[in-house]
């Protein structure tokens, strides 16, 4: 059981330049979502899915699309990086039925550098 | 909006000795879960303790345990006996339980722990 995985762990980006960060979870969680995080400010939500083929903006969603076609995979796309798109990004799951099921679990983050 | 404060950006800790991180929220809503996360220097973020708000007892797991205040909308995090271990960013967080809320987590700016031997 691998829980949430996300590759790549580290990449360096050039302005303009197009990538997408990969997120799977084998936990069968309906749930899942996009943080990134920056110094001082905490974790932001970007895009999140409540199911395959279902998904909505979270706090920061410009300049990042989304789509859910398994319930496994949940890739973050960066159509045109740009400098302010430098960060750590988490993607993290939870089964969503209520109770403890709330509880989100997290990959261990991919760090982006754009230049 | 609901909205989490963690006022003290940094707080250190004598080993074997007991630290409380403080966090507020504000909230209009009466179902909803709180929580706390721990980062350590590898970035991995590590569920240490939840608590949901119906619930009038607080949450303990080992060491961790949380003064869950629902009237004040303040939730802190009480570390017993210190480890070096422990030292991290923490980071209190809300999820909304209303019927038809979705999955997003509200995250604090977090607090640095560091854990003197």
């Known amino acids: 059981n691998a829980g949430v995985t996300q590759t790549p762990k580290f990449q360096v980006l050039k302005t303009g330049q197009s990538m997408t960060l990969q997120c799977a979870q084998d936990m069968n969680h309906e749930y899942m979502s996009w943080y990134r995080q920056d110094p001082g400010m905490g974790l932001r939500l970007i895009h999140y899915?409540?199911?395959?083929?279902?998904?909505d903006q979270g706090e920061v969603p410009n300049g990042y699309n989304v789509s859910r076609s398994t319930t496994e995979d949940f890739p973050l796309r960066l159509l045109s990086a740009a400098p302010s798109q430098t960060s750590v990004y988490f993607c993290?799951?939870?089964?969503?039925?209520?109770?403890?099921?709330?509880?989100?679990?997290f990959g261990p983050g991919t760090r982006l550098l754009v230049l | 909006a609901q909205t989490v404060t963690q006022s003290q950006p940094e707080m250190s800790v004598q080993e074997a000795e007991t630290v409380t991180l403080s966090c507020t929220y504000d909230?209009?809503?009466?179902?909803?879960?709180l929580f706390w996360y721990k980062q350590p220097p590898s970035r991995q973020m590590i569920l240490v303790i939840r608590?949901?708000?119906?619930?009038?007892q607080n949450a303990t797991e080992n060491r961790f345990s949380v003064n869950f205040q629902k009237a004040a909308k303040s939730f802190s995090l009480k570390i017993s006996d210190s480890q070096l271990g422990d030292a991290a960013m923490y980071f209190c967080a809300y999820r909304s339980g209303e019927t038809g809320a979705n999955s997003k987590l509200t995250f604090g700016k977090g607090i640095t722990l560091s854990v003197r031997p």
């Open positions: 993290a799951s939870s089964r969503g039925a209520g109770g403890e099921w709330e509880t989100q679990y």
């Open positions: 899915s409540v199911g395959a083929g279902i998904t």
């Open positions: 909230t209009s809503e009466s179902d909803y879960y």
């Open positions: 608590q949901e708000a119906y619930k009038q």
